[in-house]
Structure formats: structure tokens, C-alpha cells
């Protein structure tokens, strides 16, 4: 089995930074691309930032400037440096990664999803 397992979320103030970390563990045969997703309260998830394999990045508007993606292939990592933080930043974020994987017998494609960490931006 996969799992994505994230970390680094917390309550920081506006203008601050954050780092959220996603390792990927189990029967990985190749880490495709990988993204970030937030879950604002009361609103549906939507992606925050993008990264292919081959370290193609794509962003929201929103983001754009202030947060920068990034993996470590060897460590099989996503990270998402967050800078200068605004309340709205303020949601659930989720690593999503789109894995190749070795079951036993065959080599099979999944998409997996961490399960969330909280950022909370406030004074």
C-alpha cells in the first residue's frame, strides 16, 4: 500500500511563513506528479499548486508569488513553502500524488491523498 503523510501546518500570523512537508511511503515504483489542495471552512477543496515529475510547476492566482512547490525525489517529498501568509490562506491542506506502484505481481497507477493538515492565519 501507499500512503502520503503530511506535516508542518499550525497558526501563524499574517505575514508569516509556513513549510508543509507530504512523504510518500510504501511499494513506490515512480512519484508522477504531485499537488497541493486546500479545503477553505465552508468551501470546496481546490489546488493551491502543481508539480509534474519532471518539476513543472503551476499555481492559483492567488498564490502565485507567495508559495512556491517543490519535491525531493529522493525522499519521495512534496514541500510547499508558504510566505507572507494572509487570513485567507487560512484552510485544511491536502497533498494529492499521483503514484506508479508495484503490487506484488504488476505495476498499477493510483491517485492517494495525505490526510490533511490545518493552517490557521490569524492575529
Known amino acids: 500500500q501507499v500512503q502520503l503523510v503530511e506535516s508542518g501546518g499550525g497558526l501563524v500570523q499574517p505575514g508569516g511563513s509556513l513549510r508543509l512537508s507530504c512523504a510518500a511511503s510504501?511499494?513506490?515504483?515512480?512519484?508522477?506528479?504531485m499537488g497541493w489542495y486546500r479545503r477553505a471552512p465552508g468551501k470546496q477543496r481546490v489546488l493551491v499548486a502543481r508539480?509534474?515529475?519532471?518539476?513543472?510547476?503551476n499555481y492559483v492566482d492567488s498564490v502565485k508569488g507567495r508559495f512556491t512547490i517543490s519535491r525531493d525525489n529522493a525522499k519521495n517529498t512534496v514541500y510547499l513553502q508558504m510566505n507572507s501568509l494572509k487570513p485567507e490562506d487560512t484552510a485544511v491542506y491536502y497533498c494529492n500524488a499521483d503514484i506508479t506502484y508495484y503490487s506484488g505481481t504488476s505495476y498499477s497507477a493510483g491517485d492517494y491523498w495525505g490526510q490533511g493538515t490545518q493552517v490557521t492565519v490569524s492575529s
Open positions: 508539480i509534474t515529475s519532471g518539476g513543472t510547476t
Open positions: 510504501g511499494s513506490i515504483f515512480r512519484l508522477n506528479a
